[in-house]
């Protein structure tokens, strides 16, 4: 639970960091789950090519960058807790809707915090990812993908649609494995939540506001945000922010970002499903099955296979001026 520093630190700040939120017990079956999915997708590759070093007895996250490095390519799909925005969703899209990601994002301790900022009537916002970021000298050439590289400076405000510009969206952000500078943290600028939205432009990790413009901001400098697994950021909306690279040789640095909002709220990606994981005023409404939560995604897939409009995700056109 927040205290009331750490509420008004958050109200201030735009941010506050907890610690020993998050058992070890849930952390390890979360890790486990992934490193079933990283093995299998080695075995996989293997079979595909007998030539490729499999790099049996590994950790199963080092065979995972060691096969991103001989294939060239990157397996986020595979690991993460939603689909593709923008674009339509095939049958063979994977995504990961484990078990231990469910008690992850209804973990009670977790939920106490939350119902602190945003109140007792709380909606899992399925903007929401789980991020394996390689080590920079490991990834694939040409790839920018942001769940596995660098994120660059945004508000979260920002990467949904203008719908949910009035709903009360937190942020919660949890490392699975230690995020140092060197292995590619947060940093955020404190009390930016005081701006309005930015203007965000499109580049190839997603959308960001622009270097120049974050310069001439002025007011505090970006704090870095080092965290251990169990503790967990919250973040404003409007709080800008961004991650360092992964500069470590050998370590994935893997994370959960996740949201939450008012029940009722837009979310800011109506074509994704949220539910409901507490409510003090109706609690038959609260979804406890991880198989029903599992079940709401496909449902979403079988929305989206017939394609969709970009602007059903991303609220910025053609670039201004100020994008140039």
Known sequence: MLTDAQLGQFQDEG?????DVIPEA????ILQELGEIAVSLVEREKER?????????RDPFARLIGLSGQTGKIY?????????????????????????????????????CVERIIGPEISSNPVQHVRLKLPEGTLPENVTNSLVGTVPWHQDNGVTTADADEA?????????????????????IPRSHRQDLLRHCSCPEGYAIPK??????????????????GSVLFMHKRTIHSSFPNQTADQLRISLDLRYNPIGQATGRSLFPDFVARSRRD???????????????QTARRRLQAGVDP?????????????A
Not at 171 to 185: D, F, K, Y
Not at 215 to 224: I, K, R, W
Not at 283 to 297: C, F, K, Q, T, Y
């Open 15 to 19: 941010y506050v960091v907890l610690s």
């Open 26 to 29: 849930i952390i390890s079956d």
């Open 49 to 57: 090519k007998p030539t490729l070093d499999a790099m049996a007895g």
């Open 76 to 112: 986020s799909q595979y690991f993460d807790m939603s689909f593709p925005t923008g674009v339509a969703v095939a049958d063979d899209v994977p995504i990961n809707t484990g078990p231990s990601l469910f008690a992850f994002l209804t973990h009670t301790a977790l939920l106490d």
């Open 168 to 188: 009360n969206i937190l942020t919660v952000w949890a490392p699975l494995t230690p995020a140092t500078i060197e292995s590619g943290c947060l940093e955020v």
């Open 212 to 229: 120049r413009v974050i310069s001439s901001l002025g007011g505090s400098p970006a704090t870095p945000l080092e965290m251990q697994p």
């Open 283 to 297: 609690p038959e409404l609260e979804l406890r099955d991880p198989a029903r939560w599992s079940e709401l995604w």
């Open 311 to 323: 602007s059903d995700f991303f609220r910025w056109g053609a670039n201004d001026e100020m994008c």
